[in-house]
């Protein structure tokens, strides 16, 4: 049926049938135009001029379109995006076709569609060399290899910008913007929602974000934290090695003098000579020595009232700056609070005053190169005091916790302010940035509040020396290392509960106030030194000195270095004395009552070199002279 015979009953049916007859008509003007080509050619086989290949194109070029499935309309897009040149001409005989290998036979079936090409950066980019390695046999092929650097709808690696730059949707789920998009366009005209191709949850156009990364790969941070909990352990079989170790050198060392006593003993029998105890356990030597030594004792030199409310807790004192100084409870009503009393240690007359805080005072400490002192008290912050001014020049806070106690550093670390906060936590400062904290330390195991802290002085055993910090259930060093300022801290080998510590640079020395308890009922003065075992610190004991049974009351006793010999001053509380130990004798020497509870003793050396002991009650000061007789 020609189209001149076609007849329709209405305008609606003429436009469908002339829409279906339209394909139709263009296959029959298809074969009519290849069918005269073919024999024009086999007759004369002649080829077409270049006029005639172009209006042949022109025809040809506008069916061919017609003829595609609206199905494929996303394939020829991409076909003009690859740009591949495509030529129609008319067929040709096989030689000519095997002459000109550009002809494209018009007969033969589409090629299938490829893979789109990666760019040289993605070719040239360490993951997929090491995808390429696995498949050429180098290793296994990991299937998780690509998860967090593909797209998972075109498995194609994204980029940083472009038309295929990493967004991600509303869910987290990650793709190439192009990709989403289309996804999304087609998601919606096949089921009017737009959904996730992952989870199949709803998503729109509003819900791509971008994201600026060029790998996303997850870590699994459960190694790290496996790895955490070795390293403690590790710690804390090192420390216990350390223990175990000093235990043994000690009970090595002990076994070795009851070995010559045990001679000595042997051999006085078989003499059948009767000697005293002190010469059968020592040397000629020892106890010539010991008959030399000087003995002292403590002479009541003044009692003087600080204030005369309660409230006194502290005692220190500064050789290099001759001043004395004690915490009290503040007598003015315009400035409540406490502060410290300034005493002149030639007249032991109390001086000026200064107000420092709002709470009482629990710890202070002085700097041996510069005219400062620090406070610690029971508020958020310590305050560094000019003690020539006795202003405040700068304040430190600790993430808004209280801090306990304070400490100055000397040398070359002269700068450095130490303090440690109510759950066992240290920070350092530096004097000249009080804004800053240089470093910080948080307690893992032991939160007990830290009680007093003293720097050590670099050495023989400790050459870049440290920081002692003293805590209620828990004594460490901490350690500078040698290249760094970074600081490794070591728990020493003595078991608390403890009341206080002091340490003396100058004799190297340490005295820990043990307080009673179920293990030793007793509280202990133990005057030890600090060492290193298989270069791990550790706690070398000198003495021990019993004291009370009833130890309610945080007290500090002191020790006192006159001529060769150290004293140990500490108080009883169960009995109200206050005694005095001779090292290098083992045997107290006195003791003295006194009624009020003392709650800090510190040792001092006037310019004239007279030593004295200064002992501090609720608010009064007492100060003792030691005198020597020999």
Known sequence: MSNNNFESDG???????????????????????????????????????DNEAEILDDQLQPMLVDQLPIEEEEEAENIEEQAIPVTFSPPTTSRQIGQDSNVIDLNTPSPTRKRKRLSKSCENSPTLNSQKSQATGAGPIDDDEDDGLTCPICLDSWEMNGEHRLVSLKCGHLYGESCIRRWLSESQRQSSVKVCPQCKSKAGFQDIRHLYAKRVQVIDTGLREELEVERRKTLSLTSELATVKLSHTM????????????????????????????GAFSTDSDSKSIRSLANYRLYMEK?????????????????????????????????????????????????????????????????????????????????????????CSSMFEAHNKQLWSCALDRNEREHFIYAGDHRGGI????????????SEFQADENFSPVIHIAAVPSGKTFTSGGFLVCQLTALTFYEYAQAAEAAIPTRLNIDGPFLSMHYDAIQDLLLICVRSNLNCPQSRYILAKLGKVDNTPVIIIKTSVYGSKATPVMTRPAQMAVENNTLIAGYLQDKKQLILHDVRREERVQTMAVNEIVYDICPLVTSQSDHYLAALTDNKCRIYKVNSSS
């Open 11 to 49: 305008p609606g049916d003429e436009e469908s049938s002339s829409s279906e007859d339209q394909p139709r008509m263009r296959r029959q003007q298809w074969q009519r135009i290849i069918s005269q080509n073919a024999e024009s050619n086999s007759n004369d086989d002649e080829i077409l001029t």
């Open 303 to 391: 009692n003087l009232e600080i204030c005369r409310e309660a409230g006194c807790r502290v005692l220190l004192y500064s050789q290099p700056h001759s001043m004395l100084i004690a915490s009290q409870k503040s007598a003015q009503n315009l400035f409540p609070g406490f502060g410290v009393r300034f005493i002149d240690p030639p007249t032991f007359k109390p001086m000026h005053f200064m107000h420092t805080s709002s709470q009482i005072i629990r710890d202070m400490a002085f700097s041996e190169s510069q005219h400062m002192m620090t406070v610690a008290s029971r508020e958020r912050k310590i305050k560094l005091f000019d003690v020539r001014s006795r202003l």
């Open 251 to 278: 009970a090595t060392k002990r076994l070795s003098s009851l070995q010559l006593d045990y001679d000595r003993l042997r051999e006085l029998v078989r003499a059948g000579g009767v000697m005293g105890c002190r």
């Open 427 to 438: 920070y350092i400062y530096d004097l000249r940035f009080p804004a800053n904290i240089l």
